[in-house]
């Protein structure tokens, strides 16, 4: 069971890759990725918690290996990814969950905590936000789409999309930039390459509104069901800051907060913390292995 599995099932018409490990004896793990990644990111994080925990990590529709089917077919909303993981949850039988959330995976994981409260189990947000004051100037450009979404300000976006940007993603707030390795960043870059894939990213901009919209009942349904909610969050982050991880609090009396020095993608520099935190957080003991 201690080595990750590389799988493909059909949800619904659509080929979704994912990543597992751990038996399915131990507490299940649904490890949601971001922008522009894929569950690539979790590589350093599955070998530190896959002896006690089950973890299924699925690359979200347009991300990674699942499939990248055409617009006309699929509409590119928070909404529909949603939707297709939460089948994807069933086909696989889990019934019961903890969600890692990070990034564009938190508004997906923040629907299915909504819809499902008594299935998910443990919440894990790694910069994953659910509050107004989370949201730094950097989502001014985006901001403005939503508020005039003509083709102007779509192509303006664009720039979010290149090599460049995504590489400054990865290093910005980074202490030691030697410290992150060239293999998730380049890796992303071949996906966002593909035909299609930017069109896909300039529809998931644009939707993102609605999930700040629906921030209100994702604050909502924390305050209702309080569950067991961890945020560690890389306090440099240029995109989500440090108050949207406090903000928890407001919500979720007993919510755990820990900052890294280190910026958007903490894992990257910050796995076997996190690792740890996990482990104290979920109260299961560290072994040997780990």
Request: hydrophobic content about 40%.
């Amino acid at each position: 069971m201690n080595q990750v599995r590389n799988k493909k099932i059909a949800v619904d018409g659509i080929e979704v890759f994912y990543r597992e490990a751990g038996s399915r004896s131990k507490p299940t793990l649904l490890l949601l990725h971001g922008f522009p990644s894929s569950s690539h990111m979790f590589r350093d994080l599955f070998p530190l918690l896959m002896d006690q925990f089950h973890l299924v990590a699925p690359d979200l529709p347009g991300f990674g290996q699942t499939e990248l089917l055409s617009r006309d077919k699929f509409a590119y909303t928070f909404e529909n990814l949603a939707n297709v993981i939460a089948r994807f949850t069933e086909i696989l039988e889990l019934d019961r969950f903890g969600i890692y959330v990070f990034d564009y995976g938190a508004p997906v994981g923040w629907r299915l905590a909504a819809k499902y409260p008594e299935r998910v189990t443990s919440v894990i947000t790694q910069n994953g936000n659910a509050y107004a004051e989370g949201l730094s100037d950097g989502w001014n450009p985006i901001r403005k789409y939503w508020q005039e979404p003509n083709q102007m300000n779509r192509d303006a976006l664009r720039e979010l999309l290149k090599p460049e940007a995504t590489l400054w993603q990865y290093t910005h707030g980074v202490a030691n930039v030697e410290t992150v390795s060239p293999d998730g960043y380049s890796l992303d870059d071949f996906y966002m390459a593909r035909p299609g894939a930017h069109e896909v990213q300039l529809d998931l901009f644009l939707d993102y509104a609605s999930n700040v919209a629906l921030y209100p009942e994702f604050q909502a349904c924390f305050r209702k069901h309080q569950p067991a909610v961890l945020a560690v969050w890389g306090r440099n982050d240029p995109f989500f800051l440090p108050a949207g991880a406090e903000a928890f609090k407001r919500d979720v009396k007993n919510a755990r907060i820990v900052f890294y020095d280190t910026g958007h993608f903490a894992l990257e520099t910050h796995a076997v913390e996190i690792a740890e935190e996990i482990h104290r957080f979920l109260g299961v003991p560290k072994t040997a292995a780990t």
